[in-house]
């Protein structure tokens, strides 16, 4: 298949991008704009393979869309803008990009008749559960700009779905983590702070959950979802692993050689869910499975960031 995948440039989209030119003879468009998270360098030493290809475009552009998109099979929808602080600083361009930019794509994939079109999106969507675990077929309740225009993109990609039979397809995933995260999430953030000497800051009392997910691992979803999914379906892809974020905190510590005097404590975020949870029954079904165990893998993730300063020490002294 010829794939053409949106955000491919940035964290989880150039993971998959790599796992789909290691696993398979497909070939692969990324369109990616190239805001703050998308970054060139996430694709390094892709170049060289043919079946390899880059085209600078905005997915609220529908010429430069539909320009791009022809000759695809396939659609894979990573780009967005993801950041909830951020978009509680500037939602409008959440809206915009989120909203309006999978609009146009879902409108240029019905146009051209692509043969499937997958819509990556987040458990955030669900909201927070004090208790249990939200399925695909659960209410939507999300509490922040992004989470909102998120749920609002994917009821968009479905509606195309009903209204004109694009092939669409639906993943929801939990908090992802591993090589190429853009150093303000929290794990690569923790990790770069104290590789720099320098203090993490913990949001409120760090006892929010969440369930994190191996990128590598979510990425194997995701393509298995792509290729036996049904049409019209959700899919939420987990790791299984629910921790507190002072767990996660401490656990960075360890494996840095540090000790919770590297904590600070800073006021917490405005509507910070408490904790996110979701069944995976349904993409288990398919075959899918997390293949990597949590503490290995985020020990293999700090090494990434140790062993690749290049990468991320531009990223963060253009932040500063």
């Not at 675990?133 to 968009?156: C, M, Q, V, W």
């Not at 767990?247 to 590297?262: A, N, Q």
């Given at each position: 298949m010829k794939l053409f995948v949106t955000g491919g440039a940035g964290f989880i989209g150039s993971n998959y991008v790599r796992h789909v030119l290691g696993s398979s003879d497909d070939s692969v468009t990324v369109f990616d704009a190239l805001t703050y998270a998308g970054n060139l360098d996430n694709l390094r030493g892709l170049d060289d393979d043919p079946r390899f290809a880059f085209v600078k475009g905005d997915i609220t552009d529908r010429d430069a869309v539909t320009a791009a998109m022809k000759g695809h099979d396939a659609v894979l929808h990573f780009a967005a803008e993801s950041h909830v602080d951020r978009s509680i600083a500037s939602p409008d361009e959440f809206v915009h990009t989120n909203c309006d930019g999978t609009n146009v794509m879902c409108d240029v994939a019905?146009?051209?008749?692509?043969?499937?079109?997958?819509?990556?999106?987040?458990?955030?969507?669900?909201?927070?559960?004090?208790?249990?675990?939200?399925?695909?077929?659960?209410?939507?309740?999300?509490?922040?700009?992004?989470?909102?225009?998120?749920?609002?993109?994917?009821?968009?990609?479905?509606?195309?779905h009903v209204t004109y039979d694009v092939p669409v397809l639906v993943t929801r995933s939990s908090n992802n983590f591993g090589p190429y995260q853009f150093?303000?999430?929290?794990?690569?953030?923790?990790?770069?702070?104290?590789?720099?000497?320098?203090?993490?800051?913990?949001?409120?009392?760090?006892?929010?959950?969440?369930?994190?997910?191996?990128?590598?691992?979510?990425?194997?979803?995701?393509?298995?979802?792509?290729?036996?999914?049904?049409?019209?379906?959700?899919?939420?892809?987990?790791?299984?692993?629910?921790?507190?974020?002072?767990?996660?905190?401490?656990?960075?510590?360890?494996?840095?050689?540090?000790?919770?005097?590297?904590?600070?404590y800073v006021e917490d975020r405005l509507g910070h869910d408490r904790r996110y949870s979701i069944t995976t029954d349904r993409v288990r079904a398919l075959g899918w499975s997390p293949q990597h165990d949590f503490r290995e893998a985020i020990g293999a993730t700090v090494a990434w960031y140790r062993d690749n300063a290049w990468w991320w020490e531009p990223l963060k002294q253009r932040g500063s």
């Open positions: 019905r146009t051209i008749g692509v043969e499937r079109f997958l819509q990556v999106s987040t458990d955030e969507v669900y909201g927070s559960i004090e208790d249990g675990s939200f399925s695909e077929t659960d209410a939507l309740g999300p509490r922040s700009p992004y989470s909102a225009s998120k749920a609002a993109a994917d009821l968009i990609a479905l509606s195309y150093p303000e999430k929290l794990i690569p953030l923790f990790v770069t702070n104290l590789l720099e000497g320098k203090k993490v800051p913990l949001y409120g009392d760090g006892l929010n959950v969440r369930d994190w997910c191996y990128v590598e691992d979510n990425c194997a979803g995701v393509d298995l979802v792509l290729r036996k999914g049904t049409v019209g379906e959700i899919y939420n892809v987990g790791g299984g692993n629910e921790l507190t974020n002072r767990v996660i905190t401490d656990t960075i510590l360890e494996i840095l050689g540090h000790d919770d005097s590297m904590i600070e």
